[in-house]
């Protein structure tokens, strides 16, 4: 049942029928993980497509220097480095979890096969890896060009999009972020990410309840749309 309700979850996968998503569903495996338990790391073979079923993970580039840097959070429903799957290529960045939590997943082989049976989802895949290349080519544009200030503007208009929901004039967040795993998201220090939240909270662009971040996203693009 984890299998099919994960598989609904998906913008990928729910372009198919329920009829069609209880017939893949037994190409697919369950695997559970505990919190900080790495599901892959970088370089590993990429014979599987997981997705999350419960709980967060997060995706790491590990740098020579040792340094990790937080390139995505994936919740439930959220695929993992589709592309490099699809490409045979090893896992170009870790996948470690951030709870105790879940994934589903399904071989290359399998994948491929589903993916010819039913041309809707293979047209899915392709859009949904297209995103995810544009979206990489952006970040790395905005980290080369744009002030730490506009980049956590960026991030969390895009958490506002993905994962949360409206209170009043404010969408609140659901994932929780930590100040530590925005500023490695946006390639800054966590000081000047305290800094920069807090002077969006004194202009009311932002707030925060005991866990989560609340944003004004009407505010937020206009602060981006004036830099």
Known sequence: MMIFETLKKSSIFK?????????ISTSFEE????????????????????????????????????KDVILEIKSPGELFCCSAV????????????????????IRREKLLDIMERYPDLKVEIARYSGEKLKEAHEML????????????????????????????????ISVSLTRQEIADM???????CIRTISKFQKEGMVKSDSHNLLVNRSLLKKFLESQ
């Open 186 to 192: 946006v390639g800054t220090t966590v000081e000047t």
């Open 141 to 172: 544009k905005s980290i080369a060009t744009e002030k730490a200030e506009e980049r956590i503007a960026s991030i969390l208009l895009k958490f506002s999009e993905t994962g949360g929901y409206s209170d009043s004039e404010f969408v609140k």
């Open 15 to 23: 372009v198919l029928i329920d009829e069609h998503l209880h017939d």
């Open 86 to 105: 699809l490409d045979e290529r090893p896992f170009p960045e870790s996948a470690q979890a951030m709870d105790d939590g879940s994934a589903i997943k």
């Open 31 to 66: 695997q559970s993980f505990r919190n900080n338990e790495y599901v892959f790391m970088q370089g590993d073979p990429s014979d599987f497509l997981y997705l999350v079923a419960k709980g967060r993970v997060k995706m790491l580039k590990h740098s020579e220097k040792g």
